[in-house]
């Protein structure tokens, strides 16, 4: 048996493709039910997302993985995948092991350090647990993986900054502003972006939002929407006074802020800062005003520019991000490593020798010179045919299939070998 | 207690290069639990301080603000418990490098030439003249502070209204913060020196009546002037950001040069005529 993936994403497939062959929660689980006494696949994990369909498994080989999850896109999807070769990767042993904490900690997802992927792992193996897919080696491999998206988001800055532009020109209200709930913002303009930008506002907790728009109409069916107050047009600059951000998204052709009328407004609101976030093209607002003070105009290019640069400041992250995918799969490796049934012999006979050499070193001056060769001779032939059977039992557990990892863990937990024999808890 | 005090005159400005070195990784976006200690060791290096100030003060009855170390050690002390406050009033650790820098810097130039037995004025072991220092000393303690907020503020002010987004925009408070604390510390700042002229102007009318043409005397009342011109400016006339924090850089600028110029020319804090 070995740990195999298959699967694929937008790094291979096109969209058209991943749409194809995307489950839903409960197809997936479904899916997962539908192989339950697979012996050649006694533990697996579907995770399906917009960006990818893979499945995570212990089986006989990484051919009979592939052969599983062509028939199963084959099956459930109509697509035989056998047409899209490229489009498949493969993975076997610590390669999967890998790309699993690749996946976990972002850095494999389309927009590098995006939050929602560790949750899709964490859904993906709630379903497996649900199917009853999940065994020992899959349990420890999602716990090793979590922990991994948690250090990633913690130690590194690859989840930080904004990689959008809409979430971009929200973000700069925090680096000027502090307490965003006492503020108020102002969107002129009622299309789809400026709406996106207000309902962003409104989720960082800017206190009162007001749209204004030439038809007014317009302007009070977005504000219903947004839970926003309306504001005719013609009041923009009386309300410009008082707010602290303005959004600026019509499709004029022309600016309809103009530099007078701002230099007008932070004279009237005594040079409090305004925040100026110019999301149309062609632009609204006068590219003058951003040389008044206290004045912080942004357009398109200039949140471009941010989004670029934080793109590029988490893609630097990424070596800090291997080491910790590295140092957990040392660390799991070590674990999956002794999970063979020789390890678990030597670790058994290794226990009961020192247990045997311990109360020895105890009892031993209780006997005579000439005996004491002779207890020790008696206690190793204790020890060796008390662990002939059991020995011989653990060398065919994998008889067992998918049982084996389960038995093999259930002797390790009885005599406290490994970790455990260290008081070492690893939670599963 | 001599051996006590020598052992904290080292021990003070050693912590204090740690704990900066510290806040400098987080500043500079280290992660990981090494840095989770910036900040108990920043209430460490506090409570070693105050007790190495609490320890002077027991040894020499007296409060340690005769000689130009000795205020330093003050200074560094306030300026850490300002920044302190400013850590737990904005839960953000970014602008510690800069403050605790500033403090480790006067610390280190404080533990270098404090003498431990020192000719002191009889002056300086009046309690109550201890008002005029004490003020004083928390004025410009609270200046330093304003200045270190209002440079910062003008370093991310430039990067914003240039679109540039390095490292200070990544790393510093919001702009708004570091007007606050600029402001805030000034204030602080003006109603201390205000009380240090005050309690100066009672002591000089009896004991040095020709105080008016003290140099110091002019400078401070200089710096008084621009401190509240530029608080008046904040408050009345709407002056904010660049105008009114450069104005605030000013003053400290001039009390700087009052205060090196005092130690340099005149050997002392005053030179009565």
Redesign the interface.
């Given at each position: 048996m070995e740990l195999v993936i298959v699967g694929l994403s937008h790094r291979t497939a096109p969209l058209d493709l991943r749409e194809r062959v995307a489950f839903d929660a409960t197809e997936a689980e479904e899916v997962l039910r539908s192989m339950l006494r697979d012996e050649e696949m006694p533990e697996r994990l579907l995770l399906s997302t917009c960006n990818r369909t893979e499945l995570y498994a212990l089986a006989s080989s990484t051919d009979a993985g592939r052969a599983r999850f062509e028939h199963i896109v084959r099956d459930r999807r109509g697509v035989d995948l056998r047409q899209e070769p490229d489009s498949l990767y493969v993975h076997g042993g610590p390669e999967m092991v890998r790309h699993l904490f690749r996946v976990a900690s972002s850095i494999d997802s389309m927009i590098v350090g995006e939050a929602q992927v560790l949750g899709q792992v964490h859904e993906a193996y709630g379903i497996a647990r649900r199917a009853g897919t999940a065994g020992p080696l899959l349990h420890r491999l999602a716990d090793a993986a979590f922990r991994v998206g948690k250090r990633v988001r913690?130690?590194?800055?690859v989840s930080?900054?904004a990689v959008s532009v809409a979430s971009a020109a929200i973000s700069l209200t925090?680096?000027?502003?502090?307490d965003m709930e006492t503020r108020s913002a102002l969107l002129i303009g009622s299309g789809e972006t400026g709406a996106l930008a207000a309902k962003h506002l409104k989720e960082r907790g800017v206190g009162k939002i007001l749209v204004a728009n030439r038809t007014f109409e317009k302007a009070e069916a977005l504000a219903r929407d947004l839970g926003a107050v309306a504001v005719p047009f013609d009041d923009v600059e009386r309300q410009l006074a008082s707010v602290s951000i303005l959004v600026t998204a019509t499709s004029s052709p022309v600016p309809i802020v103009r530099h007078d009328t701002i230099r007008r407004v932070m004279a009237g609101r005594?040079?409090?800062?305004l925040l100026i976030l110019d999301i149309a093209v062609p632009r609204d607002v006068e590219h003058s005003v951003?040389e008044l003070?206290?004045v912080?105009l942004?357009d398109l290019d200039?949140l471009q520019?941010?989004v670029n640069?934080n793109l590029e400041r988490r893609r630097k992250e990424i070596p800090k991000v291997d080491a910790i995918i590295q140092h957990e799969i040392d660390q799991f490796l070590k674990w999956y490593g002794g999970l063979g049934a020789t390890p678990v012999i030597r670790e058994l006979r290794e226990r009961f020798e020192q247990v045997r050499a311990e109360e020895l070193e105890k009892h031993i001056h209780r006997f005579c010179e000439k005996d004491r060769a002779q207890v020790e001779a008696l206690t190793r032939s204790l020890v060796n045919k008390l662990l002939h059977e059991p020995s011989t039992s653990i060398r065919g557990f994998h008889r067992h299939g998918s049982r084996a990892l389960e038995r093999l863990e259930t002797v390790r937990e009885l005599f406290g070998l490994g970790d455990r024999g260290k008081g070492d808890d690893d939670g599963d | 207690m001599d051996s006590l005090l020598a052992v904290l005159r080292c021990a003070v400005p050693t912590l204090y290069v740690i704990t900066t070195a510290f806040y400098g990784m987080v500043f500079f976006?280290q992660?990981?639990p090494l840095v989770r200690i910036a900040r108990p060791l920043f209430l460490l290096t506090l409570l070693v301080h105050g007790i190495y100030l609490a320890t002077f003060v027991a040894h020499h009855q007296r409060i340690p603000l005769a000689a130009g170390a000795e205020i330093l050690t003050v200074i560094a002390f306030m300026t850490a418990l300002a920044y302190g406050y400013v850590e737990a009033r904005?839960r953000t650790l970014s602008t510690g490098f800069f403050l605790l820098g500033f403090s480790t810097v006067l610390q280190f130039a404080s533990s270098g030439r404090i003498a431990l037995e020192l000719e002191v004025a009889p002056l300086l072991r009046i309690p109550a003249f201890g008002v005029h220092t004490g003020a004083a000393i928390l004025g410009y303690a609270s200046f330093a502070v304003s200045a270190i907020y209002g440079l910062l503020f003008l370093l991310?002010y430039a990067e914003?209204?240039s679109?540039r987004?390095g490292l200070l925009?990544?790393r510093l408070?919001?702009?708004?913060?570091l007007a606050?604390m600029n402001i805030r510390a000034a204030v602080l700042g003006l109603a201390s020196l205000t009380l240090a002229i005050v309690a100066g102007v009672v002591w000089a009318n009896r004991l040095h009546p020709g105080y008016t043409r003290d140099p110091m005397f002019l400078l401070t009342i200089l710096v008084w002037v621009i401190y509240s011109s530029s608080i008046f400016a904040h408050y009345r006339?709407?002056?904010?950001?660049?105008?009114a924090i450069l104005l605030s850089i000013c003053g400290f600028l001039i009390m700087g040069i009052a205060l090196v110029g005092a130690t340099v020319f005149l050997h002392g804090f005053h030179r009565f005529a």
């Open positions: 913690s130690e590194t800055d930080v900054g925090s680096h000027i502003f502090w005594r040079n409090r800062p951003k003070g206290n912080f942004y200039d520019e941010l640069r | 976006g992660r990981g904005t991310l914003l209204k679109s987004f925009y990544r408070p919001p702009l708004e913060i606050k006339l709407g002056w904010r950001g660049r105008r």
